[in-house]
């Protein structure tokens, strides 16, 4: 029921209009989805049920070190207060009204936790100005120091939450030491930058968007303002701090999740830079969509993941934190891979076209994904895409994308837009300012498992513009459904601290990072690459001007060209593995 719930919250959001309490509610709902799943999960360890502790509550304002007030709500067991025992301590923090935690923190307390939310600075009940997550780390550990201080602390402390809640998460390992035992985060980013600017393009209606749902619309210009990395980023950047990373985690994402690349590369980080004693203790769930409650594919039992990730972190709590009651074997950790077979470290959902008797949309798992054939396909003339082939002949294509007149988004990574997830792309594909090229049609299976990438060599007639990539599984009937897109914003191509511009009809060599997914061509379909320069609205729309986001200046149509030659020779880069790498589990 609670699943059913989620995903009926989570598919909501696309269908609100834009009444601001409306939306910014079933955000909130949203980012309740893993705590009300965990809090209704009945917790089974070593085959003996928890006691169920009598709670009180209570809150209380924490200082901060620069002595900003964080308010804070604490469900905790009688006995605790009382000194009869010592609780260890499951945090969240939240921009979403900490007193909405409620239900999830006495879920905790009744398990043997203290059960702790917190509101963000300048959000509800905590004093100070709302700052991104800039402060998240050090707002954290602050409030990690205090829970320690108090008589009825073991000094463990774990953490939880999802989305805003789980980025909050990835930061608090910067700051460091700290008293973490285990996070368990979902659909969150260690990467605030790469998040917010995706290959130097504007995540308009994720972040605008997302700001505006929360009643923080004018921090738009703020970010806008910090388009360039600086050390503005550096507190939302975990990138450097995964040696402070000495616990377990349990990490979830999403093939169609907003935070797609970003929280995969985190948990990369956890499980090969983290303390060496922990990197074995990092399991990662990849759902097939996040915050992406479905598009157009039907997705096969797409909860079970989140149910699995649910349990395996109630189990590592338990045998990190050490609640009173609970009782923990040595191996205990161990139990947290299904069926106690420990080489399955990685759960995730294999896509696949949803048509009948097609193959994918099911689980698998493995101890790490595997590792794929990096297969080329190259562009060729007359739209054909071609694997393993260069180009013969002097070639390209060529395209006026003018900014005034968008191509409007259709599916994809997104949050508040009336669609996402796999979505048919044929009203895009044939607008005069896109460029597709596709394979024949398949005469078997191909699985792909990583990181898609294209490689490209462009000219434009404009100072700067965009170059949209989108990798479509085109089916027996002609249905284009996108797989994954992305964007890289030209200006930014050499460096995400210094713009450049481009020089009229130069040719660049760029590659765009697609994204990553498990997806399974069927034979009979077609691998389609579209081009084409704007994705509106989930990125900003590119003048062209070479003017950064936040400037104003008189747009710019723009000739914009893909060569596909022996000497040019595009491609679309497509991690292939065996089938048999991929069994369902």
């Not at 799943?37 to 509550?57: E, Y």
């Not at 285990?182 to 990467?191: D, E, L, R």
């Not at 338990?318 to 077979?341: I, K, R």
């Not at 936040?550 to 040019?568: C, K």
Request: proline share 5%; glycine share 8%.
């Amino acid at each position: 029921v609670v699943v059913v719930a989620a995903v009926f919250i989570t598919g909501s959001i696309a269908k609100l209009s834009d009444d601001g309490w409306k939306r910014d509610r079933l955000l909130w709902a949203q980012k309740s989805i893993e705590a009300a799943a965990r809090s209704n999960l009945k917790r089974s360890h070593n085959s003996q049920s928890t006691p169920s502790f009598t709670c009180t509550n209570f809150s209380v304002f924490i200082t901060a070190s620069d002595g900003t007030q964080l308010k804070t709500y604490i469900f905790i067991p009688k006995g605790a207060l009382n000194g009869t025992f010592k609780v260890p301590v499951i945090l969240e923090r939240t921009p979403y009204n900490a007193l909405n935690l409620a239900g999830s923190s006495a879920g905790w307390c009744s398990q043997g936790y203290a059960g702790v939310g917190q509101d963000f600075r300048g959000r509800y009940g905590s004093n100070g100005m709302f700052e991104f997550w800039r402060f998240a780390s050090s707002d954290a550990n602050d409030t990690m120091a205090w829970i320690i201080s108090q008589p009825w602390s073991n000094g463990k402390v774990g953490t939880t939450g999802g989305s805003a809640d789980g980025i909050a998460q990835y930061m608090q390992p910067i700051d460091s030491p700290h008293p973490l035992v285990a996070q368990f985060v979902v659909v969150g980013s260690g990467q605030m930058h790469k998040t917010t600017y995706q290959q130097g393009a504007y995540r308009e209606s994720l972040i605008s968007g997302w700001l505006a749902a929360i009643q923080e619309a004018g921090y738009s210009a703020t970010v806008e303002a910090h388009e360039p990395y600086s050390a503005w980023w550096n507190t939302i950047n975990d990138v450097g701090s995964y040696s402070h990373v000495n616990f377990p985690a349990v990490h979830v994402s999403g093939w169609f999740d907003i935070f797609n690349r970003h929280s995969l590369e985190t948990y990369r980080g956890y499980r090969t830079m983290g303390a060496a004693s922990v990197q074995e203790y990092q399991v990662l769930i990849v759902l097939p969509g996040g915050h992406c409650g479905g598009g157009a594919v039907k997705w096969e039992n797409k909860s079970w993941g989140l149910n699995v990730a649910t349990e395996l972190a109630t189990e590592m709590f338990a045998a990190t934190a050490n609640p009173p009651g609970a009782t923990v074997n040595e191996n205990a950790l161990n139990s947290m891979f299904l069926e106690g077979n420990t080489s399955i470290k990685i759960i995730w959902y294999v896509l696949g076209p949803g048509t009948f008797l097609s193959k994918g949309n099911y689980w698998t798992g493995s101890y790490d994904f595997p590792t794929p054939v990096n297969t080329l396909f190259y562009l060729q003339d007359k739209g054909k895409l071609l694997k393993g082939t260069k180009p013969t002949d002097v070639s390209f294509s060529k395209y006026t994308y003018n900014p005034l007149e968008p191509s409007p988004t259709i599916g994809g990574n997104n949050l508040l837009l009336k669609q996402c997830g796999p979505q048919d792309q044929r009203d895009g594909d044939k607008r005069s300012d896109t460029v597709t090229f596709a394979t024949e049609a398949l005469t078997e299976d191909l699985a792909i498992t990583g990181e898609m990438t294209a490689m490209l060599y462009v000219t434009s007639t404009a100072v700067d513009t965009d170059f949209v990539v989108k990798v479509e599984d085109v089916f027996i009937d002609g249905t284009s459904m996108l797989v994954q897109d992305a964007i890289i914003r030209m200006r930014w191509r050499d460096s995400i601290v210094t713009p450049s511009l481009m020089k009229p009809l130069q040719v660049y060599n760029v590659t765009i990072q697609v994204g990553y997914t498990s997806y399974i061509f069927n034979r009979g379909h077609k691998i389609q690459l579209a081009i084409t320069s704007s994705n509106f609205p989930r990125f900003s729309v590119n003048p062209n001007n070479g003017g950064l986001v936040n400037q104003s200046a008189t747009p710019v149509a723009a000739e914009n060209a893909i060569l596909h030659d022996i000497v040019h020779a595009s491609y679309l880069s497509l991690p292939v593995v065996d089938l048999s790498d991929l069994k369902p589990i």
